[in-house]
């Protein structure tokens, strides 16, 4: 077993219209194996896109960006970055925040979020800072041009993670979470590959 840490949820969020972005508050989420019901990103399986280029565009893989998680303490480092006055996890199309997580957005791969009420998430990575997203924070502060494209930047290690579920449950808004990180693993590249491993 890995590491412990502890946090709490702030929000849980939730985006029912297939084409806005922007998120909104929830006294509760139920929480299935497809993600959180009733947000457009929930569903066992996804299309392709530019972030699966090993696969054709528009063909069926396992759905592993099933809820987006943002950090209380990131949001504002985003914030202070860009020089405004805040930046909501809402228009980062966040379904979860979180707060007491150092570092959230750099947790790798396989760490695991434990609710009390059941609910288990299995991190799968960084969710990349996009200028899309940018544009919803500038829509949010337009007295600041060119925050789009900044945006990226601030972001940059801070924008969040993506998860899929692992047991479904519930989450509330001061769930206290259990953040369970997966085992270090130190693996080197061979420098000469092996010759009865690479033959076909």
Request: charged fraction near 25%; charge should be positive.
């Amino acid at each position: 077993m890995g590491t412990h840490l502890t946090g709490r949820s702030v929000r849980v969020l939730i985006g029912p219209e297939p084409k806005n972005l922007i998120t909104r508050d929830m006294p509760e989420v139920k929480v299935s194996f497809e993600g959180f019901v009733g947000d457009r990103h929930a569903g066992l399986t996804r299309k392709a896109d530019v972030r699966t280029p090993r696969f054709p565009r528009g063909a069926l893989v396992r759905n592993t960006r099933q809820v987006s998680i943002v950090s209380t303490e990131e949001l504002a480092l985003i914030a202070e970055a860009l020089g405004v006055p805040q930046v909501l996890a809402a228009w980062l199309g966040a379904n979860l925040e979180l707060a007491g997580v150092p570092r959230l957005t750099q947790l790798p791969p396989g760490t695991r979020l434990v609710f009390p009420e059941d609910a288990t998430l299995v991190v799968e990575g960084e969710n990349e800072p996009c200028r899309k997203v940018g544009r919803t924070v500038e829509s949010h502060h337009p007295e600041q041009p060119g925050l789009a494209n900044r945006f990226v930047k601030a972001a940059h290690e801070r924008r969040g993670l993506v998860s899929w579920v692992e047991r479904p449950g519930v989450i509330r808004p001061g769930d206290r979470v259990k953040v369970e990180l997966p085992p270090a693993v130190a693996y080197s590249m061979p420098a000469v590959a092996d010759p009865a491993v690479s033959k076909p």
